[in-house]
């Protein structure tokens, strides 16, 4: 399982990027599933990890926003994630090589979360004291910045070497990348799971010298072009071992592009908004997934499906109980065969920064709740890696049709009442479960509470 960082549904050959090529995803979609309407829980950093992991909206396992160099919390170790999770089917070796950003203190760390080994940084790359143009940069930034320590490269539960520059940054994908087929070669006699969580194309943007200048759309295209080759190296180490037939390969992206970074930040594809955001270019991302053995090759699905899904469906796929404490995700194991009619998933949350529902959506339909959001519309990004302003903004009561209103522009709410009325049924329904900070149906934050079905 590879997925990038702040990468945006429209950065991928295959969904329409420009100025580069992503040749070996484009094979890897060629060769499998290219999913359309695939949603990450939130669309920020941390609360998006975690639910990759625990096949919950991020809320219900506490975890909310990003995690920073001075939290003094993370994934709760008594939650099971895909990695504790495979181990139950047998003899299972896990790595995870990338960011983790769920937690920093050695109890939150992947070793104590189902993974055998570890190499990676334990947040963003941008929480150091380093940054593009500190003359540029604001008072809050450099206080900011001033606080953090140095940037560490840790190896299982320790400090391997501290990123004191650009220059270290740059070898990161490389890193993850050999490490990654290292453990292929170690591994390639016995089942094994493997995440790649890149710590790009998040800002501060670094790329090796294989790649420095080799795109048409600067250093941005740059990077995605060796995010690229790092997945050709991972599928050329499977083939060497003849592995790649019963080998589920998944990319996919954490959250949308940081669109106020301009240059040095991706593409929504034409949906509204960005990260940080519940509008579908916060959190819908491409998603490519290859199993020649169970998924038809060169395949489209158009269904809804998260991250969150992803255990269950691995659960699903090795015959396992699911975990004990409740999750939210479903198997879309039919969805990736192929099965005609499949649909295991009809309806998805939108929440963000902890417990707040802004949204919720039916099939194509999405009913969006008032509420106080980032917005980057009207203000000029950034450049050369200094971010531009954003502004905050009240979007108030409306529903959009998805199939034809992709960028939701048009509110249709007084066309389709019959549907705000089912949309709201869902969404009480939601907030008995998981509760909504904007109405205070639960009147307290999760964020660092734990888990809301204990609250």
Known sequence: M????????????????????????????????????????????????????????????????????????????????????????????????????????????????????????PYSNDMWKWTYDMQLATEETHARKASYPELPLMAGDTVWKTLENLEDQAELTTIYTERAVDFINKNKDQPFLLCVPHSMPHVPLAVSEKFKGKSGQGLY???IME?????????????????????????????GPWLNFGEHAGSTGGLREGKGTSFEGGQRVP????????????????????TIDFLPTFADMLSVDLPEKKIDGVSILP???????????EIFYYYYQGNALEAVRRDQWKLVFPHDH???????????????????????????????????????QDAYPEIVQELHQIAAQARQDLGD???????QHVREAGRIDDL
């Open 437 to 443: 900070d904007l109405l205070n149906i639960k009147g």
């Open 2 to 121: 590879i997925y990038a960082d702040d990468l945006g549904y429209g950065d991928l050959g295959s969904y329409g990027a420009l100025q580069y090529q992503t040749p070996h995803l484009d094979k890897l979609a060629a060769e499998g599933m290219r999913f359309t309407n695939f949603e990450v829980a939130q669309a920020v950093c941390s609360a998006s990890r975690a639910a990759i992991l625990t096949g919950c909206y991020s809320n219900r396992v506490g975890i909310g926003g990003a995690l920073n160099p001075h939290a003094k919390h993370g994934l709760n170790p008594d939650e099971e994630t895909i990695a504790e999770l495979v181990k139950r089917a047998g003899n299972y070796q896990t790595a995870i090589y990338g960011k983790w950003h769920l937690g920093h203190l050695k109890p939150f760390l992947p070793l104590q979360q189902g993974f055998d080994d570890y190499v990676g940084v």
């Open 374 to 412: 980032r917005t980057y519309v009207g203000f000029e990004p950034g450049k050369g890696g200094v971010d531009g302003k954003t502004g905050q903004v009240k979007t108030e009561l409306a529903l959009y049709d998805l199939r034809r209103d992709p960028g939701e522009r048009y509110d249709v």
């Open 335 to 345: 969805l990736m065969k192929g099965v005609e009619g499949a649909k295991p998933r």
């Open 287 to 306: 998603c490519i997934m290859r199993w020649p053995a169970q998924i038809p090759a060169g395949t489209v699905s158009n269904q809804l499906a998260s």
């Open 227 to 255: 995010i690229d080759w790092s997945v050709g190296e991972i599928m050329k180490a499977l083939e060497q071992y003849d592995l790649t037939e019963n080998t589920l390969v998944i990319f996919t992206s954490d959250n």
């Open 221 to 223: 295209g740059d990077v």
